[in-house]
């Protein structure tokens, strides 16, 4: 039998925690600008960790970290359910 593939939680986990809030409000669909004011970044600050996380997580959109980190939540309240 095939090893299962790995799901979102243990990619998320090679982030660090300002790059995992990043995700985070990239994934309730906030601009770099304001999670920048959220963060009390730059908006420069913020594109490069968003440069940093795309190739720690295979990825290369918004659109795919938002899928990843919707997915992880999605996992993690199934699991707080059983």
Same mark, same amino acid.
Do not use: C, N, W
């Given at each position: +039998? !095939? &090893?299962?593939?790995?799901?979102?939680?243990? @990619?998320?986990?090679?982030? %660090?925690?300002?790059?995992?809030?990043?995700?985070?409000? *990239?994934?309730?669909? @906030? +601009? +770099? #600008? &304001?999670? !920048?004011?959220?963060l009390f970044l730059s908006p420069r600050t913020? &594109? =490069?960790?968003?440069? #940093?996380? =795309?190739? #720690?997580?295979?990825?290369?959109?918004? %659109? &795919? @970290? !938002?899928?990843? *980190?919707?997915?992880? #939540? !999605?996992?993690?309240?199934?699991?707080?359910?059983?």
């Amino acid at each position: +039998s !095939a &090893e299962p593939t790995p799901g979102p939680g243990p @990619l998320l986990d090679a982030l %660090t925690p300002q790059e995992l809030r990043i995700a985070g409000l *990239v994934a309730d669909g @906030l +601009s +770099s #600008k &304001e999670i !920048a004011a959220r963060l009390f970044l730059s908006p420069r600050t913020v &594109e =490069y960790h968003l440069y #940093k996380i =795309y190739p #720690k997580l295979g990825i290369g959109t918004r %659109t &795919e @970290l !938002a899928r990843l *980190v919707v997915l992880r #939540k !999605a996992g993690t309240a199934r699991q707080d359910m059983l």
